[in-house]
């Protein structure tokens, strides 16, 4: 079993930064892919970013490439969502996940409870 707890949300202007971090509970941190995704009101959550297991391969919805970047320490049980250029349609709650690569995607198996980010225009 696997605990997510997400944090580091809050209220930023458009154009300014903000980094969100996901905390795992657990010895097999180490052993998932992670990623994050959000969910904005009225809208589907979609997937933002996945890094692999090692770190060593990362993966950005088109929206957010060249302004958002993803990383994890794994001695730390920790992946980071670094958001930079906000855009007040980046509002929306933003929830990690813990997932296995099978076959040609990841399998998610564990969320976190979510952390609200909210741009300002």
């Known amino acids: 079993q696997v605990q997510l707890v997400e944090s580091g949300g809050g209220l930023v202007q458009a154009g300014g930064s903000l980094r969100v971090s996901c905390v795992a509970s657990?010895?097999?941190?180490?052993?998932?892919?992670m990623g994050w995704f959000r969910q904005a009101p009225g809208k589907e959550r979609e997937s933002v970013a996945t890094i692999s297991s090692s770190g060593s391969r990362t993966t950005y919805v088109d929206s957010v490439k060249g302004r958002f970047t993803i990383s994890r320490d794994n001695a730390k049980n920790t992946v980071f969502l670094r958001m930079d250029s906000l855009k007040p349609e980046d509002t929306a709650v933003y929830y990690c996940?813990?997932?296995?690569?099978?076959?040609?995607?990841?399998?998610?198996?564990?969320w976190g409870q979510g952390t609200q980010v909210t741009v300002s225009s």
């Open positions: 657990g010895r097999t941190f180490s052993s998932y892919g």
């Open positions: 996940a813990a997932g296995i690569w099978i076959g040609i995607r990841y399998t998610w198996h564990y």
